[in-house]
């Protein structure tokens, strides 16, 4: 089965700065998607960002964006400009087209963002 | 736009209780999953669906039972429940590029 691993369980980040969460995964499919989901204190799933693996241009949404490496199977995620509501629950997520269209998420990581 | 609706929000049930819990999806995704949440643990998969009528075991599937019957609806039921099923759980209905969630449902079983 493929894994996903988040090994930062929290992490903080004063407002207005920089922040990178890290993502690294396990697959020997070829054709696969990886996702950002951020989970508010509302405990709504919400969609941050989508990397198609077939792509090398890494994906940007506004100040999100993601080193998407392919070789090394990592995955980070760069918010820029931290603000208040960024604070939430990130967890990466990988979807492949041979795994029954599953998706597998880490554990998840609690950003906090310092005013 | 309703998305995925899941019921109930809430319940609590004391031991050796079942329920079922409901899912409805108005996008006509032919995915359809149920995730468990728990603290340090992320998501795990429960059960999924490739499409009406099919159903799928995922990582954590013991005690817990799934129907498709209807493409739109996938229902979970626990027929006896035990304190280790205290979760949160989360309906899913997806097309290949992404997972669409319900708003979750806090189960504590007494």
């Known amino acids: 089965a493929q894994t996903v691993t988040q090994s930062q369980p929290e992490m903080s980040v004063q407002e207005a700065e920089t922040v990178t969460l890290s993502c690294t995964y396990d697959?020997?499919?070829?054709?696969?998607?990886l996702f950002w989901y951020k989970q508010p204190p509302s405990r709504q799933m919400i969609l941050v960002i989508r990397q198609e693996a077939y792509k090398q241009q890494n994906a940007t949404e506004n100040r999100f964006s993601v080193n998407f490496q392919k070789a090394a199977k990592s995955f980070s995620l760069k918010i820029s400009d931290s603000q208040l509501g960024d604070a939430a629950m990130y967890f990466c997520a990988y979807s492949g087209s041979n795994t029954g269209n599953q998706f597998y998420f880490g554990t998840g990581t609690s950003l906090t963002v310092i005013p | 736009n309703a998305g995925v609706t899941q019921t109930p929000k809430f319940r609590v049930l004391k031991t050796g209780q079942s329920m079922t819990l409901l899912c409805a999806q108005d996008m006509n995704h032919e995915y359809m999953y149920w995730y468990r949440q728990d603290p340090g643990m992320g998501l795990r998969l429960i059960h999924y669906?490739?499409?009406?009528?099919?159903?799928a075991k995922g990582e954590v599937p013991d005690g817990y039972n799934v129907s498709r019957l209807k493409k739109q609806n996938f229902l979970l039921g626990l027929e006896s429940a035990a304190p280790s099923q205290t979760s949160v759980y989360f309906c899913?209905?997806?097309?290949?590029?992404?997972?669409?969630f319900g708003q979750g449902t806090r189960l504590t079983v007494v």
């Open positions: 899913a209905s997806s097309y290949w590029a992404e997972a669409f």
């Open positions: 697959t020997s499919e070829s054709d696969y998607y």
């Open positions: 669906s490739v499409g009406e009528g099919t159903t």
